[in-house]
């Protein structure tokens, strides 16, 4: 597998934006579909968004939708989530996951690395 670092996140105020990036190790990085999970204070982790291993299909969960943006390229071995019109709600530490050689997920079953995580704040 894959070895994830994550970076970008930090305090902002609701409807500023913040772009995510995460960073893999070794070559194989393409081969995975990749994706973004949070977990917000005392909730359980979920799903953010993921993308194929050529970055032409992707996944949101609902509340993200038009919001979010998740990108990869692979020749740099790096994803990206940017997110716009940020919410207090969208507070959580935030995963990067490498994810299955196929399609995408939206699963932790799926997930074979994780990052360390990155903690995104959204005052009101």
């Known amino acids: 597998q894959v070895q994830l670092v994550e970076s970008g996140g930090g305090l902002v105020q609701a409807g500023d934006s913040l772009k995510l990036s995460c960073a893999a190790s070794?070559?194989?990085?393409?081969?995975?579909?990749m994706g973004w999970f949070r977990q917000a204070p005392g909730k359980e982790r979920d799903f953010v968004a993921a993308?194929?291993?050529?970055?032409?299909?992707?996944t949101y969960t609902d509340s993200v939708k038009g919001r979010f943006t998740i990108s990869r390229d692979n020749a740099k071995n790096t994803v990206y989530l940017q997110m716009n019109s940020l919410k207090p709600e969208d507070t959580a530490i935030y995963y990067c996951?490498?994810?299955?050689?196929?399609?995408?997920?939206?699963?932790?079953?799926?997930?074979?690395?994780w990052g360390q995580g990155t903690q995104v704040t959204v005052s009101s």
């Open positions: 070794g070559s194989t990085f393409r081969i995975y579909a």
């Open positions: 993308v194929n291993t050529n970055g032409g299909s992707t």
């Open positions: 996951a490498a994810g299955p050689r196929w399609g995408t997920f939206t699963s932790e079953v799926d997930v074979g690395s």
